[in-house]
């Protein structure tokens, strides 16, 4: 069983995504939203070029242009997003599976099969049936004709049902009843793999209580083990969006007050301390409660490169003690590790 983390495209999910080990490495299915960013020139050469630093030689890096406009990105480009980061990873030696919806317009489509045969690693279908984002479900007219226009069969494709944002258990309820009746419906097609993937990260952490430790459930799990449940054939993948809300934020004021996500099996525990010392040197407190808290994985530092740098945090070891990027990698490298482990332990996430 594999785990298919969707990843917003930014420093500190790639910077995650390089240190991991091998045997997470072996696990996982990446997945890389591209985050439009006004302040970025040409955000798609800064992903292609982080993609080059993090993605080891010969993984697939499956990508979602979604949040792009589907025009020219740059006055004089020829061809979207597609067509773009296609050229741009084959350059780098960063195999490419690009992300397509049925909704998508069929020159979309052209570029995506152009890409498929550059990079030769097939597509991956996305769904959505969460509540914020509910398409339709696709008929076989519209699957065979997607099909025709990739110029692929089934086996050649992913098939990816986004449930997205999970706020209550009402809600996962019913997002699981949702995504297993359209994995069901779309079981038919022999699709190369499956997976269904949700999140239920909050949007922001307005509102925490600082200096503490918050509880916050994993519906997106339980989500997923409803679907399990209910499943008469293999089980899909388990996938979720890491240690943030399903949904691209928007841009942020100001610096973050020390922070970190740190997940355990059932919950994140969310710890958020107000700034009171110089610079970030509160995350300094911050890491050394979080190490010495019952959270803190019998493994130790050794759990993930992330945790090493906690580690490295609460012992004062390091200069500084980070930045809201660093932080968001070394929680993504934690809970990289800790789901992979799970999956291949105890075969839930």
Known sequence: MAYVPILKGKVGE????????????????????????????DALETFCNRAMDAVPHGTVLTVDTGALP??????????????????????????MCPVVRCTDPRDVLVEAAQAVVVHQSGVC?????????????????????????????????????DAGPVHSNVTRDRLADRALATLEALSPWRWRRECVAAGAF??????????????????????????VSGCHGKAPDFGDFGVTHPRIPTKSRGTPHP?????????????????????????????????ASPYWPVTGARTSW?????????MRQRGKAGTGAEWRAWATSHHLAVVTANLNTLAHP
């Not at 790639?14 to 939203?33: D, G, K, N, Q, W």
Request: proline letters at 9%.
């Open 125 to 161: 279908l996305r769904v959505s049936v969460a509540d914020d984002i509910l398409e339709p479900l696709p008929d076989h007219g519209q699957i065979r004709g997607l099909l025709k226009v990739l110029r692929l069969e089934p086996e050649e494709v992913d098939l990816l049902i």
């Open 202 to 227: 909050p949007v922001n952490l307005t509102g925490f209580p600082r200096g503490q430790a918050t509880p916050v459930a994993r519906r997106e799990a339980q989500l997923w083990r409803r679907v």
């Open 70 to 95: 589907t025009a020219r990105v740059l006055e004089g480009d020829v061809g979207g997003p597609i067509a773009r980061l296609s050229e741009s990873l084959d350059l780098r030696g960063v195999l």
């Open 306 to 314: 992330g945790d090493a740098r906690l580690k490295e945090c609460a």
């Open 14 to 41: 790639f910077s995650a995504l390089e240190h991991v080990t091998p045997a997470v490495r072996s696990c996982i299915r990446p997945v890389m939203e591209l985050i439009p960013d006004p302040d970025v020139r």
């Open 259 to 291: 922070n970190m996500r740190y997940t355990t099996p059932e919950e994140w525990q969310v710890f958020v301390y107000p700034r009171v010392r110089p610079g970030n040197d509160d995350f300094f407190t911050l890491s050394a409660d979080l190490v």
